[in-house]
């Protein structure tokens, strides 16, 4: 088995709440800044949506994988994920991701099978088992199309 190595840059300027930084992701950069709901400046996206967002990345696409393993008719998924801070401001803590796959081309008379798969998505997405024991990261609703 081969480790591999990831790596982004970024830039940050200011002091908390108040700063904003770029993350360079391939060759775009994306602004990045505290959420204005967290007393922030609000510019661009926020260190949460970028954990909400590589957490159902992965999931989209082992969903996808598992999906065609398994042999069910899949064209193209959206999925809705949806994290939660509890605590604020005193104690505050990333507590809960959920992730909501809409799958287009799906068979409707193997919904059960696909609510399965969804499940099974979720328990081998690797960087959603990187969060397991810290958040609580579970499938919402399955929708078939």
């Known amino acids: 088995m081969a ?4 790596s982004t840059h970024l830039k940050w300027r200011g002091t908390g709440r108040d700063g904003e930084g770029v993350v360079t992701l391939a060759e775009d950069g994306v602004v990045y800044s505290a959420p204005a709901s967290m007393g922030g400046k609000g510019v661009g996206t926020s260190p949460e949506e970028l954990l909400i967002a590589a957490v159902a990345s992965c999931y989209s696409g082992t969903l996808f994988r598992l999906l065609k393993k ?5 064209e193209q998924l959206e999925i809705t994920a949806e994290g939660e801070v509890t605590d604020y401001p005193t104690q505050a803590k990333f507590s809960r991701l959920r992730v909501s796959p809409v799958i287009f081309g799906a068979d409707r008379s193997r919904f059960e099978e696909y609510a399965r798969v969804a499940t099974q998505a979720r328990d081998h997405c690797f960087i959603g088992k990187a969060i397991a024991g810290n958040v609580s990261y579970d499938v919402g609703k399955v929708d078939v199309k």
């Open 70 to 74: 398994a042999g069910l008719p899949v």
């Open 3 to 6: 480790d591999l190595q990831f």
